[in-house]
């Protein structure tokens, strides 16, 4: 995980207490990789979007070595730009989650049936 990633996810824990504040929103994935691993960078997007219960977009990875240099990378271009369009059409969708879990599982279990995450919390 990149420093930048960790940073997002770190930034956007307040918007799941005292409820998911993401959930119902649409989410796709860009990933710029110099070599290999883009695959890798999207799977953590998809465990940060399920977590949220956010619908979750395709994703798009391209590669580019130099600043600026993914913008000759024209199937990634394209495919960005067809990534928005997806997103804007699964938004229409209206896509929600059900109401009853408005936490997080983990802290679901705990409300519902008293059974703290942390094996050494359970009574």
């Given at each position: 995980?990149?420093?930048?990633l960790k940073i997002f996810m770190d930034r956007?824990?307040?918007l799941t207490s005292p409820e998911i504040r993401l959930r119902d929103?649409?989410?796709g994935v860009i990933v710029v990789a110099g070599r290999t691993a883009p695959t890798l960078t999207s799977a953590l997007f998809y465990i940060y979007f399920s977590a949220n219960h956010m619908l979750a977009g395709d994703y798009v990875h391209g590669f580019a070595e130099k600043k600026g240099g993914i913008r000759k990378d024209k199937?990634?271009?394209q495919a960005a730009w067809e990534l928005?369009?997806?997103?804007?059409?699964?938004?229409?969708?209206?896509?929600?989650?059900p109401r009853e879990y408005n936490v997080p599982i983990y802290r679901y279990v705990d409300r519902e049936?008293?059974?703290?995450?942390?094996?050494s919390d359970q009574r």
């Amino acid at each position: 995980m990149t420093g930048q990633l960790k940073i997002f996810m770190d930034r956007t824990y307040a918007l799941t207490s005292p409820e998911i504040r993401l959930r119902d929103k649409v989410g796709g994935v860009i990933v710029v990789a110099g070599r290999t691993a883009p695959t890798l960078t999207s799977a953590l997007f998809y465990i940060y979007f399920s977590a949220n219960h956010m619908l979750a977009g395709d994703y798009v990875h391209g590669f580019a070595e130099k600043k600026g240099g993914i913008r000759k990378d024209k199937h990634a271009m394209q495919a960005a730009w067809e990534l928005g369009r997806q997103i804007v059409l699964l938004a229409r969708t209206r896509f929600e989650f059900p109401r009853e879990y408005n936490v997080p599982i983990y802290r679901y279990v705990d409300r519902e049936y008293g059974i703290p995450i942390s094996p050494s919390d359970q009574r």
